[in-house]
């Protein structure tokens, strides 16, 4: 894809004021980006196998401000990858402050509501490898998000409840830290879901 193409897709998905420093990142070190359709486990990821250049996504449908930190929190992987091909952990110390050293310039009223920076400041002082697993900040984030307003989420459903997530149908299982363990019926393969995925069409349990 053309520098021309990355800033198009960032126009259309980041804060207006973000879209430069999120290009200058692109510029430093090129990767391939692209969108995804919505993903049931991740919102982003990073990409890189031997021979190829690095590859980040994100999903299509994120609203801007949690597009705009996705796009950051991969952009800290390939920086970590660069400086560290083997030996850091995914989100060790090495991703925490690569990504707290790329976001700091978009910590600014500029970029996000007061209420959300608030948030999101508190978030960065020991960021998590998923923003969805610090509650407060998810809560934040679908506060300015119109279609979470009436979204049932995974963590407000029973335990051995069923769910459908885009014509398939799973059974609600334990909680894993952040995720659950569900386990799609049809297939009866496992899958860990964030805790505060929206869900579709659910048949509480009643155990």
């Known amino acids: 894809m053309t520098r021309e193409g990355i800033e198009e897709m960032l126009n259309r998905h980041v804060p207006a004021n973000a879209v430069a420093y999120c290009l200058a990142l692109w510029d430093a070190h090129p990767f391939k ?35 705009l930190i996705t796009y950051v929190h991969e952009v800290a992987h390939l920086d970590v990858h660069r400086q560290y091909p083997r030996s850091a952990d995914p ?85 894993q830290r952040t995720r659950f363990v569900c386990h799609e019926v049809k297939t009866r393969r496992k899958f860990l879901v964030p805790a505060d995925f929206p869900v579709e069409n659910a048949q509480l349990s009643l155990l």
């Open 91 to 175: 989100h060790g110390t090495e991703w925490k402050d690569a990504f707290i050293r790329l976001l700091k310039p978009l910590m600014t009223t500029d970029i996000f509501p007061q209420q959300l920076l608030r948030r999101l400041s508190l978030h960065m002082e020991n960021p998590r490898a998923s923003t969805f697993s610090d509650p407060e900040l998810t809560q934040s984030l679908r506060s300015f998000d119109a279609k979470w307003s009436s979204a049932t989420l995974l963590s407000e459903i029973p335990e051995g409840s069923l769910f459908g997530l885009r014509g398939r149908w799973f059974r609600k299982g334990p909680l």
């Open 33 to 67: 980006f692209k969108l995804r359709k919505t993903r049931q486990t991740k919102v982003g990821d990073f990409i890189c196998r031997n021979g190829q250049a690095p590859e980040i996504t994100v999903n299509h449908d994120l609203h801007p401000f949690l597009f």
